[in-house]
């Protein structure tokens, strides 16, 4: 943005003007200096000549030569010291005298390049700031080269400093008017921004009152007069109604309340409204007729526009011609209750019938769960299992079922025994077993049950199903259950009897129960028959209430 900013450009030049000026000055007294000390001295007396005429020379101009003895911290300056420095000669006599003028910041920076010259010798330039004894603060520029013995060791520091403060308050100026003249620069092109801005959207403005569908009203306050209106209102409209007040759109066209009938006030128009309210204005419809005298329904939003002060400058009014919509909308509303209607009447048809298929599926839901029932207590009372494996795995499955159905932790043990081969014998005894583990569930109230597999000599298989429970008095339960011909151990003992087979009991009231059923070995099984059993088949051994029975 060349030429935009001629003070900025001309206070940029002077600037520059002096830095190169400062710079050629600081130039011309190093390489003086420089030329000084490269006269070449027959004798080290000489050279030590050349070096006091040289701390002379430098003396007169903004420069401070030095030289330092880095073994002994002898430092000896050029006669301008006490000006450089602020300080007497005798008050700057060493090296580490010099180094506490040097601030914190800027000295540990300094002593890492002096560490590495006494590892490698070499020579430096480095800028740092002093601090002077009346407490202002100078700039220099320290270009210093060290001298190294035979061993490669460091022994002497020469070097000049320059003062470079001036120089540094004009680049601290350049870089302020620098950064001024960026931040007139940035203000320009955010102005030619803002600019373009509000032309883009003036653009925009002009593109949507032009081609969007919608009735648009941009109107001023106070008194509503409207700046624009879009073609779609215009055309809905068929006039023309840019530059007319509130007021005078009310005395040209006549504008209803929603009924239609009522007129409305200008107070309630939505463009009015907002511009009173400070408040938008939602979904409100407004009864207007055109220039051919149709009757529109019209739907409006407003709002307010507001100023940079939040004060109200203007209103906006989108809406939209519903007439045909709302026509649609009645037409929909018989269409919808003549078939609400209709669906009422196929809705109790339907539910007529859902009744009666509901009734149907409640049956066979029933008659299902009557089939399972069936088929899970023919397979508890006599599963596949025991057909197939013999009765050992079948009761081993028993007592998973137990383990899982009623929580009773039933613990299994079969001896080696021979197979029963009679399967009416097999069930009996099987669902004898599973009727005692019942009655443990039942009564004994524990969590624990064993059943015990195992021969007698051979002569008879025992199945023992014993707990640590309650007990009970065996004499009366089993005239109770005689009593009122329940399926219990009475039912239990006359089945196995009735097959040549015997059920003896042992239980005491708080001392457990024990049940062997005892099997015959080595014959088949008596079909089963209503009449007693023979005189020499097993009998019921019950012990309990302090001896057998």
Known sequence: MEGDFPLYEAMEARLAKAE?????????????????????APAPEAAREVDNWLLKSVSAGNVLAFEWDMITDRLIRSENAERFLGYA??????????????????RTRLLRVLSGLRKRGGAYTEIYRLRLPDGSIIWVEDSSCADVADSGKPMRLNGVLIDITERKRAEADASRLLAETQQGQEALRQSEDRYESLEQAKRLLDALMEHVPEGITIADAPNGRIRMI??????????????????????????????????????????????TTGEAARNIEVVMANAKGQKMTLLCNAAPIRGANSEIVGSIVAWRDITELQQAGKALKQAHDELEHKLAERTEELQ??????????????????????????????????????????????????FRKQHQLNVQL????TPAIP??????????????????????????????????????????????????????????????TGGFGLFSMRERLELLGCGLDIQSEPGRGSSFTVRIPLGKPAAEPKLESAPASAPKTVIRGCGGAN
């Open 20 to 40: 190169a000026e400062l710079e050629a000055r600081r130039r011309t007294q190093i390489d003086d200096a420089a030329a000084s000390a490269a006269v070449e």
């Open 89 to 106: 000669g005798a008050q700057i006599s060493t090296g580490t005298a010099f180094f506490k003028m040097i601030l914190p910041e800027d």
């Open 230 to 275: 879009s073609r779609y209102g215009r055309d809905a409209l068929g006039a023309q109604h840019d530059g007319m007040t509130a007021e005078e759109v009310i005395s040209h066209w006549t504008v209803y309340q929603r009924d239609g009938i009522t007129p409305m006030p200008v107070s309630d128009l939505p463009m009015t409204r907002v511009l």
């Open 352 to 401: 007529r019938v859902n009744r009666k298929l509901r009734a149907i599926s409640d049956s066979n839901q029933a008659l299902e769960q009557k089939n399972a029932q069936l088929r899970s207590l023919t397979c508890e009372l006599s599963p596949p299992l025991l057909d197939q494996e013999g009765l050992a795995e079948a009761l081993k499955w028993l007592c998973q079922q």
């Open 413 to 416: 043990t079969v001896a080696e």
């Open 422 to 483: 009679d399967e009416n014998l097999r069930a009996v005894v099987f669902r004898a077993v599973r009727e005692l583990l019942f009655n443990i569930v039942k009564h004994a109230n524990v969590k624990n049950a064993l059943v015990r597999m195992e021969t007698d000599k051979g002569d008879h298989l025992h199945i023992v199903v014993s707990d640590k429970g309650v007990g009970f008095d065996v004499s009366k339960v089993l005239t109770r259950c005689d009593a």
